[in-house]
């Protein structure tokens, strides 16, 4: 869920992803599936936004990689911060 504020110039939110197919039968420590979303979702984001740099922020509680009950990565999506 994004939030768009006019007035400041400011973009905040969350980017959910519910039961990535990517993440089934994947080792606990295979962090590369991640990285490889991670950065697929900021482009994609930033395209939409007309080239805005986007950085996605990792703040899923317990990860589904690392976990098998829990089903949702969750980022903070900060805009115009290159890090």
Do not use: W
């Amino acid at each position: 869920t994004l939030t768009v504020d006019e007035e400041e110039g400011r973009i905040d939110g969350t980017l959910e992803i519910k039961e990535n197919f990517l993440c089934h039968g994947r080792k606990k420590n295979d962090v590369k599936i991640c990285s490889f979303m991670k950065g697929y979702c900021e482009g994609v984001i930033e395209e939409l936004l007309g080239g805005q740099p986007v950085t996605l922020v990792c703040i899923t509680e317990q990860c589904p990689l690392k976990n098998a009950f829990k089903k949702t990565c969750k980022y903070r999506v900060d805009i115009g911060d290159e890090e």
